[in-house]
Protein backbone atom coordinates (compact mmCIF):
# COMPACT_ATOMS: atom_id res chain seq x y z
CA UNK A 1 0.00 0.00 0.00
CA UNK A 2 2.66 2.22 0.65
CA UNK A 3 4.83 1.80 -2.68
CA UNK A 4 1.60 2.42 -4.34
CA UNK A 5 0.57 5.24 -2.39
CA UNK A 6 4.32 6.83 -3.76
CA UNK A 7 4.19 5.96 -6.88
CA UNK A 8 0.38 8.10 -7.06
CA UNK A 9 2.54 10.42 -5.73
CA UNK A 10 5.76 10.64 -7.87
CA UNK A 11 3.13 10.66 -10.66
CA UNK A 12 0.98 13.30 -9.49
CA UNK A 13 4.23 15.74 -8.81
CA UNK A 14 5.39 17.48 -11.83
CA UNK A 15 8.47 16.36 -13.32
CA UNK A 16 11.72 18.90 -14.25
CA UNK A 17 10.83 18.45 -17.81
CA UNK A 18 7.05 19.37 -17.10
CA UNK A 19 7.99 22.19 -15.15
CA UNK A 20 10.45 23.47 -17.78
CA UNK A 21 8.76 23.24 -20.48
CA UNK A 22 5.49 24.90 -18.27
CA UNK A 23 7.75 28.03 -17.57
CA UNK A 24 9.54 28.20 -20.96
CA UNK A 25 5.80 28.57 -22.15
CA UNK A 26 5.11 31.01 -20.03
CA UNK A 27 7.47 33.17 -20.67
CA UNK A 28 6.98 33.08 -24.73
CA UNK A 29 3.53 34.01 -23.90
CA UNK A 30 4.04 37.37 -21.87
CA UNK A 31 3.66 39.59 -24.81
CA UNK A 32 0.20 38.49 -25.27
CA UNK A 33 -0.57 38.55 -21.66
CA UNK A 34 0.79 41.85 -21.48
CA UNK A 35 -1.93 43.33 -24.05
CA UNK A 36 -4.71 41.61 -22.69
CA UNK A 37 -3.77 42.73 -19.48
CA UNK A 38 -4.45 46.16 -20.47
CA UNK A 39 -8.01 45.45 -21.49
CA UNK A 40 -8.44 46.15 -17.54
CA UNK A 41 -6.60 49.53 -17.60
CA UNK A 42 -8.89 52.47 -17.28
CA UNK A 43 -9.54 54.22 -20.66
CA UNK A 44 -8.08 57.55 -20.84
CA UNK A 45 -8.55 60.40 -23.11
CA UNK A 46 -6.50 59.28 -25.60
CA UNK A 47 -8.85 56.52 -25.71
CA UNK A 48 -11.78 58.46 -25.84
CA UNK A 49 -9.99 60.38 -28.86
CA UNK A 50 -9.63 57.42 -30.50
CA UNK A 51 -13.00 55.85 -30.27
CA UNK A 52 -14.68 59.15 -31.12
CA UNK A 53 -12.45 59.54 -34.37
CA UNK A 54 -10.55 56.49 -35.88
CA UNK A 55 -11.71 53.26 -34.04
CA UNK A 56 -14.19 52.80 -36.64
CA UNK A 57 -12.09 53.04 -39.54
CA UNK A 58 -10.00 50.65 -38.10
CA UNK A 59 -12.93 48.10 -37.96
CA UNK A 60 -14.62 48.92 -40.95
CA UNK A 61 -11.22 48.89 -43.57
CA UNK A 62 -9.90 46.07 -41.32
CA UNK A 63 -13.41 43.48 -42.18
CA UNK A 64 -13.45 45.22 -45.88
CA UNK A 65 -9.78 43.85 -46.01
CA UNK A 66 -10.40 40.48 -44.94
CA UNK A 67 -13.52 40.40 -46.46
CA UNK A 68 -11.78 41.16 -49.86
CA UNK A 69 -9.20 38.37 -49.24
CA UNK A 70 -11.25 35.90 -48.58
CA UNK A 71 -13.07 36.22 -51.51
CA UNK A 72 -9.45 36.46 -53.37
CA UNK A 73 -7.41 33.85 -52.14
CA UNK A 74 -10.79 31.74 -52.36
CA UNK A 75 -11.16 31.80 -56.16
CA UNK A 76 -6.94 31.76 -56.64
CA UNK A 77 -6.25 29.24 -54.42
CA UNK A 78 -9.27 26.56 -54.45
CA UNK A 79 -9.32 27.13 -58.08
CA UNK A 80 -5.76 26.62 -58.92
CA UNK A 81 -5.70 23.37 -56.75
CA UNK A 82 -8.63 21.87 -58.15
CA UNK A 83 -7.29 22.22 -61.94
CA UNK A 84 -3.64 21.04 -60.55
CA UNK A 85 -4.80 18.25 -58.74
CA UNK A 86 -7.75 16.76 -61.06
CA UNK A 87 -6.97 17.50 -64.43
CA UNK A 88 -4.29 17.42 -67.03
CA UNK A 89 -3.44 20.57 -69.50
CA UNK A 90 -1.05 22.27 -70.88
CA UNK A 91 1.72 23.76 -68.32
CA UNK A 92 -0.20 21.82 -65.25
CA UNK A 93 3.73 20.64 -64.65
CA UNK A 94 4.66 24.31 -64.08
CA UNK A 95 2.33 25.36 -62.26
CA UNK A 96 1.94 22.41 -60.08
CA UNK A 97 5.45 24.26 -58.37
CA UNK A 98 4.94 27.44 -59.82
CA UNK A 99 2.21 28.74 -58.22
CA UNK A 100 3.78 28.65 -54.50
CA UNK A 101 6.34 31.71 -55.94
CA UNK A 102 4.05 34.46 -54.70
CA UNK A 103 4.62 33.15 -51.42
CA UNK A 104 8.20 34.20 -51.62
CA UNK A 105 6.89 37.65 -52.19
CA UNK A 106 6.37 39.76 -49.27
CA UNK A 107 3.58 41.99 -49.45
CA UNK A 108 4.94 45.56 -48.93
CA UNK A 109 7.32 44.69 -50.96
CA UNK A 110 4.29 43.97 -53.68
CA UNK A 111 2.73 46.98 -52.85
CA UNK A 112 5.52 49.38 -53.52
CA UNK A 113 6.57 47.49 -56.68
CA UNK A 114 2.61 48.50 -58.27
CA UNK A 115 2.84 51.22 -57.36
CA UNK A 116 5.90 52.13 -59.04
CA UNK A 117 4.29 50.47 -62.43
CA UNK A 118 0.95 51.89 -61.99
CA UNK A 119 1.34 55.40 -60.34
CA UNK A 120 0.75 58.28 -62.58
CA UNK A 121 4.57 58.73 -63.73
CA UNK A 122 4.69 55.24 -63.97
CA UNK A 123 5.66 53.22 -67.27
CA UNK A 124 1.99 52.04 -67.72
CA UNK A 125 -0.03 55.21 -67.45
CA UNK A 126 3.13 56.95 -68.91
CA UNK A 127 2.46 54.81 -71.52
CA UNK A 128 -1.11 55.31 -72.43
CA UNK A 129 -0.92 59.39 -72.45
CA UNK A 130 2.50 58.82 -74.98
CA UNK A 131 -0.09 56.06 -77.79
CA UNK A 132 -3.72 57.94 -77.01
CA UNK A 133 -2.13 61.94 -76.65
CA UNK A 134 -4.30 62.09 -73.04
CA UNK A 135 -2.96 64.70 -70.49
CA UNK A 136 -3.70 64.93 -67.02
CA UNK A 137 -7.15 64.34 -66.52
CA UNK A 138 -8.52 63.01 -69.83
CA UNK A 139 -8.56 59.20 -68.96
CA UNK A 140 -9.67 56.96 -65.79
CA UNK A 141 -7.58 54.85 -63.96
CA UNK A 142 -7.82 52.79 -61.23
CA UNK A 143 -6.54 53.85 -58.25
CA UNK A 144 -3.88 51.45 -56.75
CA UNK A 145 -3.48 53.37 -53.31
CA UNK A 146 -6.45 52.32 -51.73
CA UNK A 147 -8.31 50.13 -49.96
CA UNK A 148 -9.50 47.97 -52.94
CA UNK A 149 -5.45 47.95 -53.67
CA UNK A 150 -4.73 46.51 -50.77
CA UNK A 151 -6.92 43.90 -51.04
CA UNK A 152 -5.48 43.23 -54.60
CA UNK A 153 -1.73 42.95 -53.12
CA UNK A 154 -2.77 40.84 -50.31
CA UNK A 155 -4.63 38.31 -52.57
CA UNK A 156 -1.72 37.85 -54.55
CA UNK A 157 0.72 36.98 -52.30
CA UNK A 158 -1.83 35.44 -49.67
CA UNK A 159 -3.66 33.05 -51.77
CA UNK A 160 -0.94 30.02 -52.35
CA UNK A 161 -1.51 29.26 -48.39
CA UNK A 162 -5.21 28.28 -49.54
CA UNK A 163 -3.68 26.34 -52.50
CA UNK A 164 -1.35 24.50 -50.56
CA UNK A 165 -3.41 22.48 -48.29
CA UNK A 166 -6.30 22.54 -50.45
CA UNK A 167 -4.23 20.47 -53.31
CA UNK A 168 -3.02 18.69 -50.19
CA UNK A 169 -6.62 17.69 -49.69
CA UNK A 170 -7.84 17.11 -53.01
CA UNK A 171 -4.78 14.83 -53.76
CA UNK A 172 -5.92 13.32 -50.40
CA UNK A 173 -8.98 12.33 -51.63
CA UNK A 174 -9.93 8.71 -52.05
CA UNK A 175 -10.82 8.08 -56.19
CA UNK A 176 -13.73 5.45 -55.63
CA UNK A 177 -15.75 8.28 -53.95
CA UNK A 178 -15.68 10.96 -57.07
CA UNK A 179 -16.47 8.05 -58.64
CA UNK A 180 -19.40 6.70 -57.18
CA UNK A 181 -20.25 10.74 -57.18
CA UNK A 182 -20.04 10.76 -61.26
CA UNK A 183 -21.66 7.42 -61.52
CA UNK A 184 -24.70 9.15 -59.84
CA UNK A 185 -24.76 11.19 -62.60
CA UNK A 186 -22.93 14.10 -61.71
CA UNK A 187 -20.86 16.00 -63.69
CA UNK A 188 -17.22 17.32 -62.56
CA UNK A 189 -18.69 20.52 -61.47
CA UNK A 190 -21.44 19.20 -59.43
CA UNK A 191 -18.98 16.44 -58.57
CA UNK A 192 -16.36 19.38 -57.38
CA UNK A 193 -19.02 21.31 -55.25
CA UNK A 194 -21.33 18.60 -53.66
CA UNK A 195 -18.01 15.87 -52.63
CA UNK A 196 -14.48 17.32 -53.15
CA UNK A 197 -15.27 20.89 -51.82
CA UNK A 198 -17.25 19.79 -48.73
CA UNK A 199 -14.25 17.02 -47.90
CA UNK A 200 -11.52 19.52 -48.53
CA UNK A 201 -13.54 22.27 -46.59
CA UNK A 202 -11.32 22.14 -43.12
CA UNK A 203 -7.71 22.23 -45.02
CA UNK A 204 -9.70 25.46 -47.12
CA UNK A 205 -10.73 27.12 -43.86
CA UNK A 206 -7.06 26.14 -42.42
CA UNK A 207 -5.50 27.84 -45.28
CA UNK A 208 -7.79 30.38 -45.38
CA UNK A 209 -7.12 31.18 -41.51
CA UNK A 210 -3.59 31.57 -42.11
CA UNK A 211 -4.15 34.44 -44.71
CA UNK A 212 -6.65 36.50 -42.69
CA UNK A 213 -4.28 36.56 -40.04
CA UNK A 214 -1.28 37.63 -42.57
CA UNK A 215 -4.05 39.99 -43.42
CA UNK A 216 -4.45 41.41 -40.25
CA UNK A 217 -0.75 41.42 -39.27
CA UNK A 218 0.18 43.68 -42.22
CA UNK A 219 1.48 46.90 -41.56
CA UNK A 220 3.27 48.35 -45.04
CA UNK A 221 0.77 47.65 -47.57
CA UNK A 222 -1.94 49.83 -45.56
CA UNK A 223 0.52 52.49 -44.52
CA UNK A 224 2.34 52.81 -47.84
CA UNK A 225 -1.37 52.78 -49.33
CA UNK A 226 -3.17 55.25 -46.82
CA UNK A 227 -5.61 52.43 -45.27
CA UNK A 228 -6.26 52.86 -41.58
CA UNK A 229 -6.06 49.63 -39.97
CA UNK A 230 -5.63 48.53 -36.13
CA UNK A 231 -1.38 47.85 -37.52
CA UNK A 232 -1.37 51.86 -38.69
CA UNK A 233 -3.57 52.49 -35.86
CA UNK A 234 -1.37 51.45 -32.95
CA UNK A 235 2.37 53.07 -35.09
CA UNK A 236 0.53 56.00 -34.43
CA UNK A 237 -0.88 56.04 -31.25
CA UNK A 238 2.51 54.50 -30.06
CA UNK A 239 4.83 57.45 -31.87
CA UNK A 240 1.83 59.70 -32.83
CA UNK A 241 0.43 60.59 -28.91
CA UNK A 242 2.68 58.77 -27.19
CA UNK A 243 0.45 56.88 -25.02
CA UNK A 244 1.14 53.41 -24.33
CA UNK A 245 -2.00 52.27 -22.68
CA UNK A 246 -3.84 53.40 -25.78
CA UNK A 247 -1.54 51.58 -28.09
CA UNK A 248 -1.94 48.11 -25.92
CA UNK A 249 -5.83 48.79 -25.91
CA UNK A 250 -5.66 48.82 -29.88
CA UNK A 251 -3.62 45.79 -30.01
CA UNK A 252 -5.97 44.02 -27.45
CA UNK A 253 -8.64 44.50 -29.94
CA UNK A 254 -7.00 43.03 -32.98
CA UNK A 255 -5.65 40.17 -30.96
CA UNK A 256 -9.68 39.52 -30.62
CA UNK A 257 -9.93 39.42 -34.15
CA UNK A 258 -7.08 36.95 -34.41
CA UNK A 259 -8.67 34.59 -31.58
CA UNK A 260 -11.71 34.57 -33.24
CA UNK A 261 -10.72 33.16 -36.40
CA UNK A 262 -8.74 30.87 -34.68
CA UNK A 263 -11.87 30.00 -33.14
CA UNK A 264 -13.90 29.82 -36.43
CA UNK A 265 -11.02 27.53 -37.57
CA UNK A 266 -11.37 24.99 -34.63
CA UNK A 267 -15.02 25.18 -34.38
CA UNK A 268 -15.61 24.72 -38.55
CA UNK A 269 -13.39 21.52 -38.39
CA UNK A 270 -15.35 20.11 -35.45
CA UNK A 271 -18.52 20.55 -36.94
CA UNK A 272 -17.94 19.36 -40.28
CA UNK A 273 -20.08 16.37 -41.09
CA UNK A 274 -18.67 15.29 -44.29
CA UNK A 275 -16.73 12.68 -43.71
CA UNK A 276 -14.50 10.32 -46.43
CA UNK A 277 -15.61 6.73 -45.23
CA UNK A 278 -13.97 4.61 -48.30
CA UNK A 279 -10.50 2.56 -47.35
CA UNK A 280 -9.57 2.53 -51.08
CA UNK A 281 -7.41 5.01 -52.47
CA UNK A 282 -6.03 4.97 -55.96
CA UNK A 283 -4.10 7.01 -57.93
CA UNK A 284 -6.12 10.13 -59.43
CA UNK A 285 -6.71 9.81 -63.12
CA UNK A 286 -7.05 13.35 -63.91
CA UNK A 287 -9.40 14.78 -66.61
CA UNK A 288 -7.59 15.89 -70.01
CA UNK A 289 -8.77 19.43 -70.95
CA UNK A 290 -7.89 19.94 -74.48
CA UNK A 291 -8.89 22.99 -77.04
CA UNK A 292 -10.14 26.23 -75.32
CA UNK A 293 -10.82 24.18 -72.33
CA UNK A 294 -7.46 23.78 -72.33
CA UNK A 295 -6.27 27.20 -72.87
CA UNK A 296 -8.63 28.79 -70.14
CA UNK A 297 -7.18 26.51 -67.34
CA UNK A 298 -3.90 27.81 -68.43
CA UNK A 299 -4.84 31.10 -68.28
CA UNK A 300 -6.55 31.17 -64.92
CA UNK A 301 -3.57 29.49 -63.12
CA UNK A 302 -0.95 31.85 -65.66
CA UNK A 303 -2.78 34.71 -64.07
CA UNK A 304 -2.14 34.60 -60.35
CA UNK A 305 1.66 33.31 -60.73
CA UNK A 306 2.09 36.36 -63.01
CA UNK A 307 0.73 39.37 -61.42
CA UNK A 308 1.93 38.00 -57.69
CA UNK A 309 5.64 36.93 -59.12
CA UNK A 310 6.45 37.28 -62.31
CA UNK A 311 5.72 41.04 -63.42
CA UNK A 312 6.93 42.49 -59.58
CA UNK A 313 10.20 40.38 -59.52
CA UNK A 314 10.72 41.17 -62.78
CA UNK A 315 10.15 45.00 -62.52
CA UNK A 316 12.55 44.24 -59.08
CA UNK A 317 15.26 43.01 -61.37
CA UNK A 318 15.36 45.65 -64.05
CA UNK A 319 15.30 48.64 -60.91
CA UNK A 320 17.98 46.71 -59.13
CA UNK A 321 20.29 46.31 -62.60
CA UNK A 322 19.88 50.26 -63.03
CA UNK A 323 20.76 51.41 -59.39
CA UNK A 324 23.21 48.68 -58.84
CA UNK A 325 26.56 50.48 -59.47
CA UNK A 326 25.00 53.27 -56.65
CA UNK A 327 23.18 51.31 -54.00
CA UNK A 328 25.54 47.97 -53.70
CA UNK A 329 27.77 49.98 -51.38
CA UNK A 330 29.21 49.05 -48.03
CA UNK A 331 26.40 49.92 -46.47
CA UNK A 332 23.96 47.35 -48.48
CA UNK A 333 26.13 44.79 -47.53
CA UNK A 334 25.89 45.83 -44.22
CA UNK A 335 22.21 45.53 -43.85
CA UNK A 336 22.95 41.92 -45.80
CA UNK A 337 24.84 41.34 -42.47
CA UNK A 338 22.43 42.57 -39.91
CA UNK A 339 19.95 40.69 -41.74
CA UNK A 340 21.36 37.15 -42.22
CA UNK A 341 22.84 37.46 -38.80
CA UNK A 342 19.73 38.76 -37.03
CA UNK A 343 17.77 35.88 -38.82
CA UNK A 344 20.26 33.07 -38.26
CA UNK A 345 20.50 33.52 -34.60
CA UNK A 346 16.89 33.80 -34.07
CA UNK A 347 16.24 30.38 -36.09
CA UNK A 348 18.76 28.88 -34.31
CA UNK A 349 17.52 29.80 -31.19
CA UNK A 350 14.07 28.96 -31.98
CA UNK A 351 14.87 25.37 -33.11
CA UNK A 352 16.70 25.05 -29.72
CA UNK A 353 13.37 26.05 -28.21
CA UNK A 354 11.13 23.89 -30.56
CA UNK A 355 13.69 20.73 -29.77
CA UNK A 356 13.39 21.18 -26.28
CA UNK A 357 9.35 21.71 -26.23
CA UNK A 358 8.59 18.75 -28.83
CA UNK A 359 10.76 16.75 -26.79
CA UNK A 360 9.43 17.26 -24.00
CA UNK A 361 6.28 16.65 -24.72
CA UNK A 362 7.16 13.52 -26.10
CA UNK A 363 8.92 12.57 -22.92
CA UNK A 364 5.47 13.61 -20.80
CA UNK A 365 2.38 13.79 -22.81
CA UNK A 366 0.04 15.14 -20.13
CA UNK A 367 -2.44 17.83 -20.09
CA UNK A 368 -0.33 20.13 -18.90
CA UNK A 369 2.50 19.80 -21.23
CA UNK A 370 0.20 19.59 -24.21
CA UNK A 371 -1.34 22.65 -23.04
CA UNK A 372 1.72 24.61 -21.98
CA UNK A 373 3.19 23.51 -25.84
CA UNK A 374 -0.07 25.08 -27.64
CA UNK A 375 0.75 28.36 -25.23
CA UNK A 376 4.21 28.52 -26.35
CA UNK A 377 3.02 28.32 -30.00
CA UNK A 378 0.25 30.77 -30.46
CA UNK A 379 2.58 33.71 -31.23
CA UNK A 380 2.83 32.82 -35.03
CA UNK A 381 -1.18 34.27 -34.80
CA UNK A 382 -0.68 37.04 -33.61
CA UNK A 383 0.68 39.99 -35.76
CA UNK A 384 4.18 41.36 -35.11
CA UNK A 385 2.79 44.76 -33.98
CA UNK A 386 1.38 43.23 -30.86
CA UNK A 387 4.06 41.18 -30.00
CA UNK A 388 6.35 44.07 -30.87
CA UNK A 389 3.73 46.62 -28.12
CA UNK A 390 3.77 43.28 -25.62
CA UNK A 391 7.43 43.27 -25.12
CA UNK A 392 8.51 46.85 -24.52
CA UNK A 393 6.18 46.94 -22.26
CA UNK A 394 7.55 44.81 -19.77
CA UNK A 395 11.38 44.65 -20.64
CA UNK A 396 10.84 48.85 -20.40
CA UNK A 397 9.39 48.30 -17.02
CA UNK A 398 12.01 45.93 -15.74
CA UNK A 399 14.74 48.52 -17.05
CA UNK A 400 13.02 51.62 -14.97
CA UNK A 401 13.26 49.39 -11.77
CA UNK A 402 16.26 48.87 -12.33
CA UNK A 403 17.97 51.61 -13.72
CA UNK A 404 15.60 53.51 -10.17
CA UNK A 405 17.36 50.60 -7.71
CA UNK A 406 20.87 51.46 -9.25
CA UNK A 407 20.67 55.30 -8.97
CA UNK A 408 18.85 55.27 -5.68
CA UNK A 409 21.91 52.09 -4.08
CA UNK A 410 24.76 53.10 -6.28
CA UNK A 411 23.95 56.56 -7.83
CA UNK A 412 24.82 55.37 -10.91
CA UNK A 413 22.14 54.55 -14.06
CA UNK A 414 21.98 51.26 -15.83
CA UNK A 415 19.91 52.76 -18.89
CA UNK A 416 18.40 50.57 -21.41
CA UNK A 417 19.17 47.18 -20.34
CA UNK A 418 16.73 45.24 -22.29
CA UNK A 419 14.18 47.59 -23.91
CA UNK A 420 16.03 49.26 -27.25
CA UNK A 421 18.24 46.24 -27.51
CA UNK A 422 18.75 43.02 -30.10
CA UNK A 423 17.81 40.56 -27.16
CA UNK A 424 14.07 42.59 -27.40
CA UNK A 425 14.10 41.95 -30.84
CA UNK A 426 14.87 38.39 -30.27
CA UNK A 427 12.51 37.95 -28.28
CA UNK A 428 10.17 39.24 -30.52
CA UNK A 429 11.00 37.14 -33.02
CA UNK A 430 10.74 33.73 -30.80
CA UNK A 431 7.55 34.48 -29.45
CA UNK A 432 6.11 34.91 -33.25
CA UNK A 433 8.15 32.41 -35.23
CA UNK A 434 8.55 29.67 -32.96
CA UNK A 435 5.85 27.79 -33.90
CA UNK A 436 7.02 27.46 -37.17
CA UNK A 437 9.95 25.58 -36.09
CA UNK A 438 7.88 23.77 -33.42
CA UNK A 439 5.31 22.24 -35.87
CA UNK A 440 8.31 21.11 -37.96
CA UNK A 441 9.94 19.16 -34.98
CA UNK A 442 6.90 17.66 -33.49
CA UNK A 443 6.17 16.11 -37.52
CA UNK A 444 9.45 14.93 -37.35
CA UNK A 445 8.95 13.47 -33.77
CA UNK A 446 6.09 12.31 -34.99
CA UNK A 447 7.60 9.76 -37.49
CA UNK A 448 10.32 7.81 -34.73
CA UNK A 449 8.52 5.38 -32.93
CA UNK A 450 8.23 5.21 -29.35
CA UNK A 451 9.70 1.99 -29.51
CA UNK A 452 13.06 3.26 -30.09
CA UNK A 453 13.34 5.33 -27.11
CA UNK A 454 12.02 2.92 -25.22
CA UNK A 455 15.51 0.64 -26.57
CA UNK A 456 17.33 3.19 -26.03
CA UNK A 457 16.21 3.92 -22.12
CA UNK A 458 16.58 0.13 -22.02
CA UNK A 459 20.19 0.45 -22.34
CA UNK A 460 20.83 2.76 -19.91
CA UNK A 461 20.71 6.21 -21.73
CA UNK A 462 19.07 9.43 -20.18
CA UNK A 463 16.43 10.90 -22.09
CA UNK A 464 19.05 13.68 -23.13
CA UNK A 465 21.31 11.30 -24.61
CA UNK A 466 18.29 9.79 -26.86
CA UNK A 467 17.64 12.82 -27.66
CA UNK A 468 20.94 13.79 -28.89
CA UNK A 469 22.12 10.11 -30.60
CA UNK A 470 19.10 8.71 -31.84
CA UNK A 471 16.71 11.68 -32.42
CA UNK A 472 18.72 14.13 -33.90
CA UNK A 473 20.72 11.99 -36.67
CA UNK A 474 16.75 10.90 -37.68
CA UNK A 475 15.76 14.62 -37.76
CA UNK A 476 18.05 16.30 -39.53
CA UNK A 477 15.99 17.04 -42.62
CA UNK A 478 13.57 18.57 -40.49
CA UNK A 479 15.46 20.44 -38.11
CA UNK A 480 16.93 22.01 -41.81
CA UNK A 481 13.79 22.62 -42.76
CA UNK A 482 12.68 24.38 -39.97
CA UNK A 483 15.98 26.71 -39.38
CA UNK A 484 15.39 27.67 -43.10
CA UNK A 485 11.37 28.77 -42.61
CA UNK A 486 12.37 30.66 -39.58
CA UNK A 487 15.14 32.14 -40.81
CA UNK A 488 13.12 33.42 -44.20
CA UNK A 489 10.39 34.51 -41.87
CA UNK A 490 12.29 36.78 -39.63
CA UNK A 491 14.15 37.97 -42.52
CA UNK A 492 10.68 39.28 -44.02
CA UNK A 493 8.86 40.46 -40.48
CA UNK A 494 8.63 44.50 -41.07
CA UNK A 495 6.44 45.95 -37.85
CA UNK A 496 8.24 44.19 -34.83
CA UNK A 497 11.32 45.08 -36.09
CA UNK A 498 10.64 48.73 -36.85
CA UNK A 499 9.14 49.22 -33.27
CA UNK A 500 12.13 47.21 -31.46
CA UNK A 501 15.10 47.45 -33.34
CA UNK A 502 17.97 49.42 -31.70
CA UNK A 503 18.82 53.05 -32.58
CA UNK A 504 20.86 53.41 -35.68
CA UNK A 505 20.24 49.33 -36.71
CA UNK A 506 18.45 48.73 -40.20
CA UNK A 507 17.99 45.39 -41.89
CA UNK A 508 17.07 44.86 -45.46
CA UNK A 509 13.17 45.05 -44.69
CA UNK A 510 13.42 48.34 -42.61
CA UNK A 511 15.14 50.02 -45.25
CA UNK A 512 13.02 48.38 -48.48
CA UNK A 513 10.25 50.77 -45.75
CA UNK A 514 12.10 53.73 -45.73
CA UNK A 515 13.17 54.14 -49.15
CA UNK A 516 9.64 53.45 -49.89
CA UNK A 517 8.47 55.97 -47.70
CA UNK A 518 10.58 58.68 -49.41
CA UNK A 519 9.53 57.37 -52.88
CA UNK A 520 13.08 56.04 -53.60
CA UNK A 521 11.03 52.80 -55.22
CA UNK A 522 13.98 51.90 -57.72
CA UNK A 523 16.88 52.39 -54.74
CA UNK A 524 14.53 50.16 -52.59
CA UNK A 525 14.80 47.12 -55.23
CA UNK A 526 18.13 45.30 -54.33
CA UNK A 527 17.25 44.96 -50.74
CA UNK A 528 13.65 43.97 -52.08
CA UNK A 529 14.93 41.32 -54.41
CA UNK A 530 17.22 40.04 -51.98
CA UNK A 531 14.13 39.30 -49.73
CA UNK A 532 12.67 37.73 -52.30
CA UNK A 533 15.02 35.66 -53.32
CA UNK A 534 15.64 34.20 -50.32
CA UNK A 535 12.05 33.39 -49.88
CA UNK A 536 12.63 30.90 -52.34
CA UNK A 537 14.16 28.62 -50.65
CA UNK A 538 11.24 27.32 -48.46
CA UNK A 539 9.04 27.47 -51.33
CA UNK A 540 11.08 25.17 -52.94
CA UNK A 541 11.03 22.85 -49.84
CA UNK A 542 7.00 22.84 -49.46
CA UNK A 543 6.81 22.24 -53.40
CA UNK A 544 8.70 18.91 -52.84
CA UNK A 545 7.12 18.08 -50.14
CA UNK A 546 3.44 17.95 -51.52
CA UNK A 547 4.72 16.82 -54.60
CA UNK A 548 5.32 13.76 -52.84
CA UNK A 549 2.13 13.76 -51.78
CA UNK A 550 0.99 9.54 -52.11
CA UNK A 551 -1.78 10.17 -54.27
CA UNK A 552 0.09 12.40 -56.56
CA UNK A 553 1.27 10.53 -60.01
CA UNK A 554 3.53 12.31 -62.74
CA UNK A 555 2.45 13.96 -66.19
Not at 109 to 126: E, K, M, R, W
Not at 372 to 390: F, S
Amino acid sequence: MLTLAATETQRARPGPWTLGVTALALVLALPVLVVLGFLLVPAGEVWDHLAATVLQDYVVNSLWLMLGVTVGTLIGGVGTAWLISMCRFPGRGLFEWALLLPMAMPAYIIAYTYTGLLDFAGPVQSALRGWFGWGFGDYWFPEVRSLPGAVVMLSLVLYPYVYLLARAAFLGQSLCVLDVSRTLGNGPWRTFFTVALPLARPAIVAGLSLALMETLADYGTVQYFGVATFTTGIFRTWYGLGNTAAAAQLAALLLGFVFLLILLERLSRRQARYHQTSQRHQAIRRHPLTGWRGLAALGFCLLPLTFGFLVPAGQLAAWALEVAGATLDEAFWRLVGHSLGLAATAAVLALLLALILGYGQRLQPTRAVRTAVRVAGLGYAVPGTVIAVGVIIPFGWLDNRVDAWMRATFDLSTGLLLSGTLAALLFAYLVRFLAVALQTVESGLGKIRPAMDESARALGLSPGAVLGRVHLPMLRGSLFTALLLVFVDVLKELPATLILRPFNFNTLAVRVYELAADERLADAAPAALAIVLAGLAPVILLSRSITRSRHAQPN
